[in-house]
């Protein structure tokens, strides 16, 4: 409002209150005769006697603007601006309203307890409120929250708090000691619905987000499609498995390729990690079965143990390093690199089936032997079908109690110090020298 007010511009004022209006640089009186008489000098104050009103509002800067700040006009009629406070509201509330229709539409409202209320554009709904005298801000709508260039950070509905696009960061990286320390604690427990990287390991059900599987690892059992009740500890455990079910892997890249063999065991480093069909197999200790890959019921208990096997199946090795070369079906091994074949000293592949070897170091003598049972480190098989006790330091061997044998073949001395019964005819293949036979006081 200018100094230079005319009597003609206070027409539509009357009076009925005092209104102050301070920092004028001239006092200005309207009476109630509405003459404007001005009076006092530098810094005075304009003075009302009476009611003020505004019929098309107050010009406080350039009126045919209205987007320039300091336009304050009426919110009804012909040439209207595009906002109008209020004074109005009950406890001394302060309204900024839509001044493009003469209906009470509020854009914004500082009320009585300083609470500020900023309304929705069309439904003209309280939309955002800060309310100081509770310490609060309420919002209101179906995508209430705070955004980040468009991009959702934090919503907010219905009692809870989603978190969108963009992740909650944390400064702080402080590490935790126990369950009540580090950058970011809570009291309660914690509900996660989907799978989750704590300190760069991922942890909760993998790939097909099946509740009966279970991973603790990146890239483990990043394939799943229709497999159940799998486990999988390690990074790359089960990575590859799309349909197997009961599978449990303990260890890094154990059953890694897995695809649809199940019911599966591995504890170790890449414990059967190149399997892929093969189903109900058991490995412990690093590489063991690591090459199977269609082989069934195995059981592999030790560092390297049926490493190289591929197809066989029903092996049982026991020992590092026991069937270490295998390549065949039902063998047992028991003992450190128990049936690991060697042609001239020469470590190979070799293929035998139905072949026990108790003893560290026991192999067979020659390759595709079956049948056969070796027993004593170090000793070698005598050939499919065979049995051999002991090695070539065995000096001699004790059988208690009755033996019996469907033949006999004695190599070399042969002395009895007890009773011998031969029920049966005895064959002299060659002449011999003197025999005594008989009694003797």
């Known amino acids: 409002m200018k100094k230079n007010l005319s009597s003609g511009a206070a027409t539509a004022f009357s009076i009925a209150a005092i209104m102050i209006i301070p920092d ?17 000098g530098e810094a005075g104050n ?6 003020l ?8 800067g350039i009126a045919v603007d209205s987007s320039v700040a300091g336009v304050l006009q009426n919110y009804f009629g012909v040439g209207s601006k595009i906002f109008a406070t209020d004074i109005s509201d009950a406890a001394g509330s302060f309204g900024w309203r839509d001044g493009a229709s003469s209906a009470v539409r509020y854009k914004m409202k500082l009320g009585a307890s300083n609470s500020l209320s900023l309304f929705h554009p069309t439904t003209f709904e309280t939309a955002i409120l800060l309310d100081p005298s509770a310490g609060r801000l309420d919002f209101n709508g179906a995508f209430s929250g705070i955004y980040a260039n468009g991009q959702s950070i934090l919503t907010l509905g219905n009692g809870s708090v989603g978190f969108g696009n963009a992740p909650l960061r944390l400064a702080s990286n402080v590490s935790s000691s126990s369950s009540g320390s580090g950058a970011f604690t809570v009291s309660g427990g914690i509900g996660v619905g989907m799978d989750s990287y704590f300190n760069g390991i991922r942890i909760g059900r993998g790939s097909g987000s099946d509740a009966s599987n279970t991973i603790i690892g990146n890239n483990s059992f990043s394939s799943n499609s229709t497999g159940k009740h799998n486990t999988g500890i390690g990074i790359g455990t089960l990575r590859d498995n799309v349909s197997g079910s009961g599978n449990t892997a303990t260890g890094a890249y154990t059953l890694q390729q897995t695809n649809t063999g199940s019911f599966n065991t591995g504890y170790g480093q890449s414990v059967l990690q190149h399997n892929t069909a093969g189903a ?27 490493s190289l096997n591929q197809e066989g199946n029903s092996n049982t090795a026991v020992g590092a390093g026991s069937l270490e070369y295998l390549k065949g079906d039902g063998n047992l091994a028991i003992g450190q690199n128990a049936g690991r074949y060697q042609a001239d000293g020469i470590k190979g592949f070799w293929r035998g089936s139905n072949m026990v070897f108790i003893g560290s170091g026991t192999r067979s003598k020659m390759n595709w032997e079956s049948n056969a049972i070796v027993i004593g480190t170090g000793a070698i098989s005598d050939g499919s079908n065979t049995t051999v006790i002991g090695n070539d330091q065995t000096i001699s061997t004790r059988l208690r109690g009755e033996s019996t044998t469907d033949s006999l073949k004695v190599i070399g001395e042969t002395v009895l110090s007890g009773g011998a019964v031969i029920s049966g005819q005895v064959t002299l293949a060659q002449p011999q020298g003197d025999i005594s036979m008989g009694i003797y006081e």
């Open 280 to 306: 109900k197999n058991t490995g412990i200790g690093w590489k063991s079965l690591i090459s199977n890959i269609t082989g069934n019921e195995n059981v592999a208990l030790g560092v390297s143990s049926l």
């Open 24 to 40: 004028l640089n001239a006092a200005i009186t309207l009476n109630g005769d509405h003459t404007v008489s001005p009076s006092g």
């Open 53 to 60: 009103s505004i019929v098309k509002g107050i010009d406080l």
């Open 46 to 51: 304009l003075t009302i006697s009476g009611d």
